[in-house]
């Protein structure tokens, strides 16, 4: 019996599916820690995808 292939991932392109990332401010708080602030893929809003649709036109977010 065969195996169904199954369908391609739609990672996006300007982010390759990593759509969030922390970065520090460079400063610590009152407790010593690292001040971050996370920041997602202006591309993908942040999903780590593309939608069906640009990716059957073979468009870039």
């Known amino acids: ?3 169904h292939t199954p369908p391609a991932p739609r990672i996006c392109p300007a982010c390759d599916g990593f ?3 922390a970065v520090t401010l460079g400063t610590r708080d009152s407790c010593g820690r690292l001040r971050t602030i996370t920041v997602d893929c202006p591309a993908c809003l942040g999903t780590g995808t593309v939608s069906a649709r640009l990716v059957r036109e073979g468009a870039r977010a």
């Open 1 to 3: 019996m065969t195996q």
């Open 19 to 21: 759509a969030s990332a």
